[in-house]
């Protein structure tokens, strides 16, 4: 059974390249752009790993790592993804919850190697 991954982003085209590159490494990919659609999506089928950015069109990426958690519906690693480098947002993600925070733009290629260690590191 492959990994299911929620891709929580609201750029189409980076969720169209992300969404190719994860597939065909193997990830079954799940894609929200608001906040509501990625709880949504969360709950209807549980994501092994989410890609969360933080900035989603008005709203704050990190409130649906809050509302997955208090449900008990969080995925086993969460991933901050973020276009600044500053050690408070990467310590905000951390203190929410996050395994780990990747800058924008991330090196797509060693993504799915990144995915899979993460998950082997969260195995329960």
Do not use: Y
């Not at 709950?43 to 790993?49: K, L, S």
């Amino acid at each position: 059974m492959s990994a299911r991954v929620l891709l929580v982003e609201d750029s189409a085209l980076v969720v169209g390249a992300l969404r190719v590159l994860l597939e065909e490494s193997g990830f079954a990919v799940t894609s929200a752009a608001t906040v509501a659609e990625a709880i949504a999506a969360a709950e209807r089928d549980a994501p092994d790993v989410m890609l969360l950015d933080l900035t989603l069109r008005g709203e704050q990426g990190l409130d649906v790592l809050d509302a997955l958690i208090a449900s008990h519906r969080a995925p086993r690693v969460t991933i901050a993804l973020t276009g600044h480098d500053e050690p408070a947002i990467r310590e905000r993600c951390l203190r929410a919850g996050c395994r780990d925070v990747l800058v924008k733009p991330i090196k797509p290629l060693e993504l799915p190697t990144q995915i899979n260690g993460w998950l082997s590191e969260s195995a329960p």
